[in-house]
């Protein structure tokens, strides 16, 4: 299949032609909710804890005598089923949240998600993106000039003046194309991919 080159002022500037078997995939729902899960899952960290019963700082003594008093029988104040008892199930700083996601099944997942945002328009390319400044203001008009305001910019080499010129500006994020995730692709309005990150992202996901 073809792809539609853009250039200033979003303009054609020609075609480029990409492999079908990664970006012609067929939309898999499945797939793509578990390589995101499997995704936000993985980058949790286990720090929050809580306290069992063995760890409040409660007496042991028998609240109350067994018989006679006509409430409940209590063995201590620690006991989960009482306010400021420990927790039954208790979180623990060393929880894993992993989930385990074969390779195999997450190059196709980022490769239905791609071949979703070029169905939806969402995806872009250009034959390059470069500024020679680290002035924000030359950046947002570069980008202006493609017709661009909110966008995920994926380079095949993220430099000096890409990076300084687009860190402070909401709604835009670059990054190169060995660190694109399914959720950033997911949650930007527009993709815009340079001709050399899309042949690299081709050998990453073939």
Request: proline letters at 3%; aromatic letters at 6%.
């Amino acid at each position: 299949m073809e792809l539609k080159l853009i250039g200033g002022k979003n303009q054609t500037s020609g075609n480029i032609t990409v492999s079908d078997e990664l970006f012609n995939k067929d939309y898999n729902e499945a797939l793509v909710h578990q390589v995101i899960t499997s995704y936000l899952s993985n980058a949790r960290g286990a720090t929050r804890a809580q306290k069992g019963r063995s760890d409040v700082a409660k007496s042991t003594r028998k609240p109350w005598r067994q018989k006679g008093t006509g409430r409940a029988r209590a063995g201590m104040a620690s006991s989960p089923i009482w306010r400021g008892g420990g927790k039954i199930f208790p979180s623990s700083p060393d929880e894993n949240f992993r989930k385990k996601l074969n390779k195999k099944m997450y190059r196709a997942g980022l490769s239905v998600i791609l071949s979703q945002l070029i169905r939806d328009g969402r995806l872009f390319v250009t034959e390059a993106f470069n500024i020679d400044t680290h002035k924000t203001k030359r950046f947002v008009e570069k980008l202006a000039a493609f017709g661009l305001n909110e966008v995920m910019l994926i380079t095949n080499q993220l430099d000096d003046n890409l990076y300084l010129s687009s860190r402070n500006i909401p709604r835009v994020s670059v990054v190169e194309v060995k660190n694109i995730d399914p959720v950033s692709l997911l949650k930007f309005e527009r993709v815009l991919l340079t001709s050399e990150a899309l042949r690299k992202l081709e050998d990453l996901l073939s």
